[in-house]
């Protein structure tokens, strides 16, 4: 089962960028998608982007073009950078692995404030 680690988050003005990292050891060998999710305070957790076991990837419309997902099979690792980050993009980033041969846990995440 995987168990991921967040990393990476910060705080920002406006504008700014971020790149979070999520590492999850098996997650390759497992044929994992790669999942980021965000939840801001009081709110639901909302899911962000994945990333396939081919490297097919795909984006919520409120991150498109903005956020880029990617993977180094070679560190157990999946980054997500955050470009022009507005204030709505703040919230806690969590990573997870799904997929017919993938258990995962959630992380416990990696906070993003984005200041205006």
């Known amino acids: 089962q995987l168990q991921p680690v967040e990393s990476g988050g910060g705080s920002v003005q406006a504008g700014g960028s971020l790149r979070l990292s999520c590492t999850a050891p098996?997650?390759?060998?497992?044929?994992?998608?790669m999942q980021w999710y965000r939840q801001a305070a009081g709110q639901q957790r909302e899911w962000v982007s994945y990333?396939?076991?081919?490297?097919?990837?795909s984006y919520s419309a409120s991150v498109k073009g903005r956020f880029t997902i990617s993977k180094d099979t070679t560190t157990d690792t999946v980054i997500l950078r955050l470009n022009s980050l507005k204030p709505e993009d703040t919230g806690k980033y969590f990573c997870k692995g799904t997929g017919w041969t993938c258990t995962s846990n959630w992380g416990r995440g990696t906070q993003v404030t984005v200041s205006s």
């Open positions: 098996g997650f390759a060998s497992k044929a994992c998608v």
């Open positions: 990333i396939t076991n081919d490297g097919s990837t």
